[in-house]
C-alpha cells in the first residue's frame, strides 16, 4: 500500500479548527529563530565558537562558507540544528582551527558573524536545548478577533500542542517519502539523502500514531504500558501503572505520553497501544517493513510539545507570537493549532 503523504495529510488538531487564514514568511524578519544551546563555554580549546545571524540563507550553505574561510573540511564544521532558510535566524557554528581564522575578514551575503568564543569540542547535531522564535502571522482585520485569539493561545499555553514533524521533514509534496520508498526498494542513496529518507518515513508513520491519539483524545494521557518521557530530556520510562502521582504529572506537563518512531523494537509499548500504533500505521506499512529491514532501531519521542514562555501581541494586520520550544520541536505544529498557513 503506498505511503500517505506526511506533508499533505491533515493531520487531527487539538484545540478545534484554525480561527483564521494567514500568511507565514511574507518577509524573513516576519520568521525569526535564535537558537539556546544550555551549556557554558570552556574558553579554550580546539574549536572556534561563531554565533551568526543569517537572513534567508540554508544552514548547510552558511557552513560551507565558513569551512571556506577557514580552509578546514565542510565536514569539519559543527551545528546543532538546520534552521529555516526563509527566515533571520541566530545559532552557533563551530570550526576547527586554534583561532587561526580572520572572523573580522569574513563576509558573505545574508550572514552577520556576532560573536566569537573558544570550546574544547565539536559542536553536535541536537547540542541545543531549545529555540526562541517569534513569529508574525498576517492576516486582515485579526485585530477584530482579539477575543477568541486570547482564548486559543491561553490553551495552547496550558496544555501545548501536538508534537508532529513538520511539513519541511516531508519535502515538496512528500518527495523526501519518493525517496524513502526508493531507498526501501534497493536503491543506493548518499549518506545524506538516506538520513532524510529514514527521518521522512520514521516522522510519517511517528505523525499518523500521533493523529490517532489526538482523534481519540489520548495525547494528553498517559496509558498503561506505554513508555513516558521526563519534559526537556531525552528520559524514557515505562508507566506500569497509572496513580495519581502520573496523572498529576502528565497535568502539569511534566510527564508526556511518546510515540513510536519505527524501527525494530528493543523498548515497545505494550497492550491497547501497542495494537493502537500498529492500526494508526497499517496504512503505510511498506514504511513499517522498509525501516525494519534496514535494521534501524526503534526510539520514542513524546506526543505533546510544551509551548513556554509564550506571548502574543495584535497589530492591524499581524498577530505576533514569541515562545520557545524544546529542540527538535516545530513552530509549525504551534502555529496550525491556530491558524491555516
Not at 502528565?250 to 510527564?255: N, P, R, S, T, V
Amino acid at each position: 500500500m503506498p505511503a500517505i503523504p506526511g506533508a499533505l495529510r491533515e493531520w487531527a488538531r487539538a484545540h478545534g479548527a484554525p480561527l483564521f487564514a494567514a500568511t507565514i514568511r511574507d518577509r524573513p524578519s516576519d520568521f525569526q529563530v535564535a537558537e539556546n544551546l544550555g551549556f557554558e563555554f570552556s574558553g579554550s580549546g580546539e574549536h572556534d565558537y561563531l554565533w551568526v545571524q543569517k537572513t534567508a540563507a540554508n544552514t548547510d550553505w552558511v557552513a560551507r562558507q565558513l569551512s571556506g574561510h577557514a580552509r578546514v573540511r565542510p565536514a569539519d564544521v559543527g551545528y546543532a540544528g538546520m534552521k529555516d532558510r526563509h527566515a533571520i535566524t541566530r545559532q552557533w557554528f563551530s570550526v576547527p582551527g586554534r583561532g587561526v581564522a580572520d572572523w573580522a575578514s569574513f563576509g558573505a551575503d545574508g550572514v552577520e558573524i556576532l560573536d566569537v568564543r573558544r570550546h574544547h569540542r565539536k559542536l553536535r547535531r541536537g547540542a541545543h536545548t531549545s529555540n526562541a522564535f517569534r513569529i508574525a502571522l498576517r492576516t486582515p482585520d485579526v485585530s477584530r478577533m482579539r477575543q477568541p485569539v486570547d482564548e486559543r493561545l491561553a490553551s495552547i499555553a496550558a496544555r501545548g500542542v501536538p508534537n508532529y514533524f513538520g511539513p519541511q521533514r516531508f519535502g515538496h509534496k512528500g518527495a523526501n517519502l519518493d525517496l524513502a520508498q526508493r531507498l526501501f526498494a534497493g536503491a543506493r542513496l548518499r549518506r545524506d539523502k538516506r538520513s532524510i529518507a529514514i527521518s521522512a518515513a520514521r516522522s510519517a508513520l511517528f505523525n499518523q500514531i500521533l493523529s490517532a491519539r489526538v482523534a481519540d483524545g489520548s495525547w494528553e494521557c498517559i496509558l498503561p504500558g506505554e513508555l513516558v518521557n521526563l519534559d526537556g530530556s531525552g528520559s524514557v520510562f515505562r508507566a506500569a501503572e497509572i496513580d495519581e502521582t502520573i496523572e498529576r504529572r502528565a497535568a502539569e506537563l511534566d510527564l508526556h505520553p511518546t510515540g513510536t518512531l519505527w524501527g525494530l523494537r528493543r523498548e515497545i509499548s505494550h497492550g491497547d497501544v501497542a495494537a493502537l500504533e500498529h492500526d494508526a500505521t497499517e496504512a503505510s506499512a511498506d514504511l513499517r517493513v522498509g525501516l525494519e529491514g534496514l535494521g534501524i532501531k526503534a526510539a520514542h519521542r513524546p506526543l505533546r510539545l510544551r509551548v513556554s514562555d509564550l506571548s502574543w501581541d495584535i497589530e492591524e494586520d499581524a498577530l505576533w507570537l514569541d515562545f520557545t520550544l524544546p529542540a527538535g520541536g516545530f513552530a509549525t505544529a504551534v502555529l496550525r493549532e491556530l491558524a491555516a498557513t
